[in-house]
């Protein structure tokens, strides 16, 4: 299955309201983690949904994201912030947060911004 048919299956799981849902939400997740492509960060930035019913799992996906390049990871998640507040504001304010408790992070969130 291509990678873009594994982040449709993501969309389509991304409430994870049954234990099939978990599944195939897990199951496209490992398979993107094999091939990660950078130019998949902006869609998978928008899977985060605060009506999730299991954000326990869906932290593997903040984890996956956290994986990439720093610098990647930051613009994708500035490029789709305004998106993301919409869909998921608690979400946002997680990934946000980490950033700033990461020095690293913090200090590139400042340069990435402001160019």
């Known amino acids: 299955m291509s990678q873009t048919n594994w982040i ?3 969309e389509a ?3 994870m309201r049954s234990r099939q849902e978990v599944i195939a939400f897990e199951t496209a997740l490992a398979e ?3 091939h990660p492509q950078t130019e998949d960060l902006p869609a998978l930035h928008l899977m985060f949904d605060d009506r999730c019913e299991q954000p326990e799992v869906m932290f593997t996906l903040l984890h996956f994201l ?3 390049d720093l610098q990647q990871q930051l613009q994708a998640f500035i ?3 305004p998106q993301l507040i ?3 504001q608690d979400w946002a304010r997680i990934i946000h947060t980490r950033i700033l408790n990461d020095d690293s992070a913090c200090r ?3 340069v ?3 160019n």
């Open 8 to 10: 449709r299956v993501l």
């Open 13 to 15: 799981n991304k409430l």
């Open 32 to 34: 993107l983690a094999k």
């Open 66 to 68: 956290e994986s990439f």
């Open 79 to 81: 490029t789709v912030a």
């Open 86 to 88: 919409g869909l998921a």
């Open 108 to 110: 590139l969130s400042r």
């Open 112 to 114: 990435v911004t402001f």
